[in-house]
């Protein structure tokens, strides 16, 4: 009978460890914070199923609205001044990170510096995705290396340098005066943020990053057996027609009410695919 097979389920569930009865220290981007209930009250509802393009501005005016809030949020909190709508995580928004910085160099910089105290699953990710774009990934080889190791490692054909804070290993790092060794080359900094710890830590804006990217899942999202996680990004708004994924923006209709829209939609999916700044563009609005 149905009350027989939930019983039975029931029995087999409990002998799992679940972080409710014993303490989690995973750590790595997957963290056990607390998640009030209305969160899931507010993403069960019907018009936030979908993290799909809100292509219809006029019917979808709550999805872009929490979109453009949450951009505001993350601008908030990393001292940048764009945001885009999200990544799939912060593995794939470092990643994004790199497209863009050889975007803004036009190609013409095939050298990417990476602190060997970047989580290791992103400089995978990074390897992987930028494969065949003859990109020389150096600087995280020896797990010693310094931040004074890697700025010696700077030269003309550096297109950014990827630092972490708080890095993997828990170091928050001293990164004053990193963005203008970075910069004496005509390079991008990149810096991979926990965002619950710009709370307390100074944003990387006010410290010359040029890009901000990380793992959102802390901000109210749960463990979810490791995932779907999200990724944020952010950057200075002179590189914003680089900036992969979408923007939602705020406007004002032929009524004088506010409105919101997807902007700047040119330089995705919607042109031919050899010209879109990325070819990712799904996010992780949900």
């Known amino acids: 009978s149905e009350m027989e097979i939930m019983a039975e389920v029931q029995a087999i569930s409990e002998e799992?460890?679940?972080?409710?009865?014993?303490?989690?220290?995973?750590?790595?981007?997957?963290?056990?914070?607390y998640?009030?209930?209305?969160?899931?009250?507010?993403?069960?509802?019907?018009?936030?199923?979908?993290?799909y393009t809100p292509y219809q501005p006029e019917i979808s005016q709550g999805t872009l609205q929490s979109i453009f809030e949450y951009?505001?949020?993350?601008?908030?909190?990393?001292?940048?001044?764009?945001?885009?709508?999200s990544?799939?995580?912060?593995?794939?928004?470092?990643?994004?990170?790199?497209?863009?910085?050889?975007?803004?160099?036009r190609g013409r910089r095939k050298k990417v510096l990476v602190s060997p105290a970047v989580h290791p699953e992103y400089r995978s990710v990074v390897r992987t995705y930028t494969q065949g774009m003859g990109l020389e990934i150096a600087?995280?080889?020896?797990?010693?290396?310094?931040?004074?190791?890697?700025?010696?490692?700077?030269?003309n054909d550096t297109t950014c340098l990827i630092v972490q804070s708080p890095n993997f290993y828990g170091e928050i790092e001293d990164l004053e005066?990193?963005?203008?060794?970075?910069?004496?080359?005509?390079?991008?900094l990149v810096v991979v943020a926990d965002p619950i710890s710009l709370g307390l830590l100074r944003p990387p804006g006010d410290y010359g990053a040029d890009i901000v990217v990380g793992e959102g899942q802390a901000l109210g999202n749960g463990l979810n057996y490791?995932?779907?996680?999200?990724?944020?990004?952010?950057?200075?708004?002179?590189?914003?027609?680089?900036l992969a994924g979408r923007l939602a923006g705020q406007t004002v209709d032929t009524e004088g009410k506010r409105g919101f829209?997807?902007?700047?939609?040119?330089?995705?999916?919607?042109?031919?695919?050899?010209?879109?700044?990325?070819?990712?563009?799904?996010?992780q609005a949900l």
């Open 35 to 51: 998640v009030p209930r209305i969160v899931d009250h507010v993403i069960s509802r019907s018009e936030f199923y979908t993290a």
């Open 87 to 105: 990544h799939y995580d912060g593995a794939t928004s470092t990643a994004e990170a790199v497209i863009m910085a050889l975007n803004v160099h």
């Open 71 to 85: 951009q505001s949020m993350i601008c908030a909190l990393t001292g940048m001044e764009v945001a885009n709508a």
């Open 177 to 188: 005066g990193l963005a203008g060794k970075v910069h004496a080359v005509k390079a991008l």
């Open 139 to 155: 600087g995280d080889g020896d797990p010693t290396a310094t931040l004074d190791d890697l700025t010696n490692l700077l030269d």
């Open 261 to 283: 829209v997807l902007t700047l939609a040119t330089r995705e999916q919607h042109i031919r695919r050899e010209r879109a700044t990325s070819n990712i563009c799904t996010n």
């Open 226 to 242: 490791g995932g779907p996680y999200l990724g944020f990004f952010a950057c200075r708004q002179k590189h914003v027609r680089k």
């Open 16 to 33: 799992n460890l679940d972080t409710g009865h014993f303490s989690c220290f995973l750590g790595a981007g997957a963290y056990d914070h």
